[in-house]
């Protein structure tokens, strides 16, 4: 069975967990304990292994959905499933502290993704805090990766129509990627 | 200064009202020209039939009483009244408003039938500043796939057209919209033709078989 | 509830003595660790040469999976996660009535039953300590 791995990444509290369910047609094996830092984000639970959903495309296909830890003591996850990944919706909640910095981290640690594949970032609560705008993601992702155009959305981890259109972009970009470097994939 | 007092002659600064020859084709250039400017403009966009559409270009955001329903696409008259205030003159309604996105979108799929805005060369080539918030804006996915042809590489009208099997008009409507929004590079067309473009995603391709099984 | 267990000097004082107690009983232990359900380090013992914050945090998504695991197949909670190689296994246990996980490193001397018996034992005496002292429930 073929398989197509997106991850999703991005800071504690961004809305990964609640990414996947919006996205899954199973019900997501989640990997939850009870969060004893409830300073970096006030929540009752954190993923500490990984997240996972699906979306059956046929028999022989799935989209395999992976949500990595947010806190940097679980990089070993990341780096797991990072090798995996076809793609990778990075999500940053825009009431942090510093939103900007999660994003120039993230795409550090991931940066690799947008080479071999591709990068949507989405940016949740822009409806509580309305800065930094998309405009300034756009300047960020410039000024720290110059070579990378990556879409850019306001996102609501819990709507599904929302969520689809991030990880439709994502695949066109994952399929405009290998189309760039092998003309004979998009025929 | 509310929303009332716009509607009067007694305003601050240049007021222009007059009837619209085609009915976006002028909305579309009004928003354009107040958005070029360093002044901050209020645009009153009075349509028949629907609500007034007050815009605010500060604050880069606008208002419709009637935001369920859609922009009428072919009204019989649009009429525009702008008006140059000072920095810090009270909006002409609530803060924030919708994100001005939304209306740039609207209005400039709308306008020009199919043509370039007339900001535009008829050759040039484009590349994406950033892309369009799609989660915000209605979209189709040819859009979205149009979008993406453009989103490291210039490319022309008639590439994307090509490498998308879209009908050209649909991508010359996307460019004047993305163009309205400023978030466009342009470049001159290339002397002697430029590369052929990308072709877009296979029919056999992930993003199709997502796209048929999602239902979009 | 203390919900920053791995500061909480109690809990500290008590995972401690618990795992020193853990080694007298079973010689053939090499490093353990007691940490929080979410992967922080409260306490260890041994593993000079071991990233023990990092070894932490993945027990605690080695636990979680476990956890996953028996969810998933209905057949109750992960009692303990076994993790063998030549050289040595690795036992983990939650403690019960409390957010922490005992992960033990033993050589491949021992035999699995004393290791877990022992490693029982550890987790026992910590959640009578902890329970007794009023904290962290």
């Given at each position: 069975?073929?398989?197509?791995?997106i991850?999703?990444?991005?800071?504690?509290g961004?809305g990964?967990?609640?990414?996947i369910?919006s996205?899954s047609?199973?019900?997501?094996?989640?990997?939850?304990?009870?969060n004893?830092?409830?300073?970096?984000?006030?929540?009752p639970?954190?993923t500490?292994?990984?997240?996972?959903?699906?979306?059956?495309?046929d028999?022989d296909?799935?989209?395999?959905?992976y949500?990595a830890p947010?806190?940097r003591r679980f990089?070993?996850m990341?780096?797991?499933?990072?090798?995996r990944a076809?793609?990778?919706?990075?999500l940053v909640?825009?009431?942090?502290?510093?939103?900007?910095?999660?994003?120039t981290?993230f795409?550090?640690?991931?940066?690799?993704?947008?080479?071999r594949?591709?990068?949507?970032?989405g940016?949740?609560r822009?409806?509580?805090?309305p800065?930094?705008?998309?405009?300034?993601y756009a300047?960020?992702?410039?000024?720290?990766?110059?070579?990378?155009?990556?879409p850019?959305?306001?996102l609501?981890?819990r709507?599904?129509?929302q969520?689809?259109?991030?990880?439709?972009?994502?695949?066109?970009n994952v399929?405009?990627?290998?189309?760039?470097?092998d003309?004979?994939f998009?025929? | 200064?509310?929303?009332a007092?716009?509607?009067?002659?007694?305003?601050l600064?240049?007021v222009?009202?007059r009837?619209?020859?085609?009915?976006?084709?002028?909305?579309?250039?009004?928003?354009?020209?107040?958005?070029?400017?360093?002044?901050?403009?209020?645009?009153k966009i009075?349509?028949?039939?629907?609500?007034?559409?007050?815009?605010?270009?500060?604050?880069?955001?606008?208002?419709r009483p009637?935001?369920?329903?859609?922009l009428?696409?072919?009204p019989?008259?649009?009429?525009?009244?702008?008006t140059?205030?000072?920095?810090?003159?009270?909006p002409?309604f609530?803060?924030?408003?919708?994100?001005?996105?939304?209306?740039?979108?609207?209005?400039?799929?709308?306008a020009?039938?199919g043509?370039?805005?007339?900001?535009?060369?008829a050759?040039?080539?484009?590349?994406?500043?950033?892309?369009?918030?799609?989660t915000?804006l209605?979209?189709?996915i040819?859009?979205?796939?149009?979008?993406?042809q453009?989103g490291?590489?210039?490319?022309s009208v008639?590439?994307?057209?090509?490498a998308?099997?879209?009908?050209r008009?649909a991508?010359?409507?996307?460019?004047?919209?993305?163009?309205?929004?400023?978030?466009?590079h342009?470049?001159p067309?290339v002397?002697?033709?430029?590369?052929?473009p990308?072709?877009?995603s296979?029919?056999?391709?992930l993003?199709?078989?997502?796209?048929?099984?999602l239902?979009? | 509830?203390?919900?920053?267990l791995?500061?909480?000097p109690a809990?500290?004082t008590?995972?401690?003595?618990?795992?020193?107690?853990?080694?007298d009983?079973?010689?053939?232990l090499?490093?353990?660790?007691?940490?929080t359900?979410?992967g922080?380090?409260?306490?260890?013992?041994?593993?000079?040469?071991i990233?023990?914050?990092r070894?932490?945090?993945?027990?605690?998504?080695?636990q979680?999976?476990?956890?996953?695991?028996?969810?998933e197949?209905?057949i109750?909670a992960?009692?303990?996660?076994i993790?063998?190689?030549?050289?040595?296994?690795?036992?983990q246990?939650?403690?019960p009535?409390?957010q922490?996980?005992?992960?033990a490193?033993?050589?491949?001397d021992?035999?699995?039953?004393k290791?877990?018996?022992?490693?029982?034992l550890a987790?026992a005496?910590?959640?009578?300590?902890?329970?007794?002292?009023?904290t962290?429930?």
């Open positions: 069975m073929a398989e197509h791995v991850l999703f990444t991005g800071p504690m961004a990964k967990t609640t990414a369910q996205l047609e199973i019900e997501v094996v989640a990997t939850e304990a009870v004893s830092d409830r300073i970096t984000a006030d929540k639970t954190t500490v292994a990984f997240d996972y959903g699906e979306i059956t495309l028999d296909d799935k989209v395999r959905l949500g947010g806190q990089d070993f990341w780096t797991i499933l990072r090798e076809v793609g990778m919706v990075l909640n825009n009431d942090a502290a510093d939103p900007l910095a999660s994003l981290e795409l550090g640690e991931f940066g690799d993704l947008h080479a594949g591709g990068i949507v970032v940016v949740t822009s409806d509580l805090a800065v930094p705008t998309l405009d300034d300047a960020c992702i410039a000024a720290a990766r110059p070579e990378m155009m990556i850019v959305f306001t609501d981890a709507e599904p129509s969520m689809r259109t991030a990880l439709m972009s994502l695949i066109l399929e405009s990627t290998a189309a760039s470097r003309p004979a998009a025929q | 200064m509310g929303v007092e716009l509607a009067d002659a007694a305003l600064g240049r222009d009202a009837e619209a020859q085609s009915p976006w084709d002028d909305t579309a250039q009004a928003l354009h020209a107040m958005l070029c400017e360093p002044e901050r403009t209020w645009l009075d349509i028949d039939d629907a609500a007034s559409v007050f815009v605010d270009s500060r604050l880069r955001a606008f208002e009637d935001a369920a329903q859609p009428p696409e072919a019989r008259t649009v009429r525009l009244q702008s140059i205030v000072p920095f810090d003159a009270h002409p609530a803060p924030p408003g919708e994100s001005l996105d939304i209306l740039l979108w609207t209005v400039g799929l709308l020009f039938d043509r370039p805005a007339p900001w535009l060369g050759a040039d080539r484009y590349r994406l500043r950033r892309w369009p918030n799609f915000l209605a979209h189709s040819d859009q979205m796939r149009l979008t993406a453009i490291s590489r210039l490319h008639d590439e994307m057209a090509a998308t099997g879209v009908e008009a991508a010359q409507a996307l460019i004047n919209a993305l163009s309205l929004m400023g978030i466009l342009s470049a067309a002397a002697g033709g430029a590369a052929a990308v072709a877009s296979p029919a056999t391709g993003f199709a078989r997502l796209r048929r099984r239902g979009l | 509830m203390n919900q920053r791995h500061r909480d809990t500290i008590h995972g401690s003595a618990a795992l020193l107690h853990l080694r009983l079973c010689s053939s090499t490093y353990a660790t007691l940490l359900d979410d922080f380090e409260v306490t260890s013992l041994g593993g000079a040469d990233a023990t914050a070894m932490a945090s993945m027990a605690s998504s080695m979680a999976l476990g956890d996953a695991v028996t969810r197949l209905r109750g992960a009692d303990y996660i993790i063998a190689s030549a050289s040595g296994y690795v036992i246990l939650r403690v009535g409390q922490l996980v005992l992960s490193l033993f050589d491949a021992e035999t699995v039953g290791a877990l018996s022992s490693a029982r987790i005496e910590m959640a009578g300590g902890l329970g007794s002292a009023g962290a429930k």
